[in-house]
């Protein structure tokens, strides 16, 4: 039996949720950070993404057809994430707002609410500390732990990688240009929990430019297992020094 749309789609916004080289010492690592948190605009502008917007818009892959989708992100820290994002699939136009609060998430697709629990509920908390992560300044923080990955090559390029650790969390890989310093992808473990088993889900980041002084990249390329899952294009990047605490409210 076909599923309905919303559905598909909220699963699949739910969800969206090769390492080599010699390994390099602690100094190393902590080299790399500076290196990356001066490429992307230094410290003491990337301290303002206590808070960030964007729109986006894109494809998401599931069951081997494109969904559309046009979306406006925030996220403040990583414990508050909401997205509100219009789908367009099978000629139908579906909205869907998609909200974490702390321990708490919920997904209203067209109207129907529910509050996610379990592995869901894990996998939205995953997936907003992995982009609050990608904000870089929280690499400064005491409480994660940094080893270092060595070398690869991301999308063609010479890069430098680092693993986070952080307790309750999955470890997240970082890899950065060795020569410019930019984060060009993440990667972690994430859980279809749809078909209850584990991927590796990468995001490659490209397209940068400057949005306050900062640099951002305004196009990620998600894969799972190596295969296309989410393709979007990031605009009308911001920071903010506090979002609005109404987002973050129960839809």
């Not at 605009?41 to 917007?53: D, I, M, P, V």
């Not at 997904?107 to 129907?112: L, M, S």
């Not at 940094?146 to 680092?162: F, M, N, Q």
């Amino acid at each position: 039996m076909r599923k309905p749309l919303w559905i598909i789609f909220g699963v699949a916004l739910i969800l969206v949720i090769a390492r080599s080289g010699p390994a390099a010492d602690q100094g190393d690592t902590e080299a790399v950070v500076e290196k990356a948190l001066k490429a992307h605009g230094g410290e003491a502008k990337l301290a303002k993404l206590r808070a960030a917007s964007w729109k986006a818009k894109g494809t998401a892959v599931y069951n081997g057809e494109d969904i559309a989708f046009r979306a406006d992100w925030t996220l403040h820290g990583p414990r508050k994430n909401r997205i509100n994002a219009q789908a367009e699939a099978n000629g139908a136009s579906i909205k869907v707002v998609l909200l974490l609060n702390g321990d708490k998430a919920w997904i209203d697709v067209a109207g129907n609410r529910e509050q996610l629990d379990g592995d869901r509920l894990k996998e939205e908390k995953e997936r907003a500390y992995v982009e609050w992560l990608t904000t870089l300044l929280p690499l400064k923080d005491k409480h994660l732990k940094l080893s270092p990955l060595g070398e690869s090559k991301v999308a063609g390029r010479d890069a430098v990688g680092i693993t986070v650790h952080s307790k309750g969390h999955r470890d997240v890989g970082l890899y950065f240009d060795k020569a410019k310093g930019r984060l060009l992808k993440s990667e972690t473990r994430a859980k279809d929990v749809e078909q209850g088993t584990e991927v590796t889900q990468e995001v490659l980041y490209s397209g940068f430019k400057e949005s306050d002084g900062v640099l951002h990249a305004t196009k990620w390329a998600y894969k799972r297992d190596g295969n296309r899952y989410i393709d979007m294009e990031v605009s009308e990047f911001k920071l903010e020094e506090k979002a609005d605490p109404e987002l973050f409210e129960k839809p």
